[in-house]
């Protein structure tokens, strides 16, 4: 199982629900590695999709815990373990967690690998984090790409592996 996310020079993913950068090259390279494959992810994320709608060809898996949740073309469980029990027959390297704050830390640790993508600014005013990799013991960088620079904004693909799992 692999995480992917975009962070901040200080690892923040999002303030008042929403994303703090919207790179075509990042959202590319999410599309590429995630499509085709099954994707983790907590109600909140599914609802800052367009029209709250699952992510196209792929399998969604949304954690909540409203009973009542319901969402066509997404399969809804009642915990993170629910939803890691659904995709227990999967190719770990077609599984992605892909958030938010809540559903990486839970899921984190049993995480091989995380494709992160480091914007070299500060995003003013966050409110929600991804673990800080560079500090957590047993996560190592595997690839740092050339940096791209888009939207006045430069980032690189920071790949790690977590040599734990
Ligand atoms: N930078 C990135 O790559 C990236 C990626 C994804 C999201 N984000 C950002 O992250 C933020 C959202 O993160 P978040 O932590 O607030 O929300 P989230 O993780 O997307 O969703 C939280 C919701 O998931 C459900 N949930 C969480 N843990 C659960 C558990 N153990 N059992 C059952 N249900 C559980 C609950 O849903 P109910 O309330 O329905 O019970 C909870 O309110 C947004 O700002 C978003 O834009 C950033």
Redesign the pocket.
């Known amino acids: 199982m692999n995480a ?4 901040d020079k200080n690892w923040a ?9 919207s790179l075509p090259g990042d959202m590319k390279r999410f599309r590429a590695l995630t499509l085709d494959g099954t994707v983790i ?6 609802d ?1 999709f367009p029209g709250g709608r699952p992510l196209p060809r792929r399998r969604n898996l949304v ?4 009973p009542e ?1 319901a969402r066509e073309g997404a399969e809804v ?4 373990q629910a939803a890691l029990e659904a995709a227990a027959g999967e190719d770990g390297d077609k599984l992605w967690v ?7 830390t ?1 899921l984190l640790r049993q995480c091989k690998r995380a494709y992160v ?1 480091k914007v070299d600014a500060a995003a003013p005013d966050a ?2 984090f ?1 673990p800080n990799l560079d500090k957590l013991p047993g996560w190592e960088v595997a690839s740092v790409s050339e940096p791209v620079e888009e939207n006045d904004l430069t980032y690189r693909f920071v790949d790690y592996i977590n040599t734990a799992v």
């Open positions: 992917i996310v975009i962070v993913i999002g303030r008042e629900g929403g994303l703090l950068f992810l907590g109600r909140k994320t599914l800052t954690v909540t815990r409203n949740f469980f009642p915990s993170t892909i958030g938010g704050g809540s559903i990486y839970a993508t409110d929600t991804f």
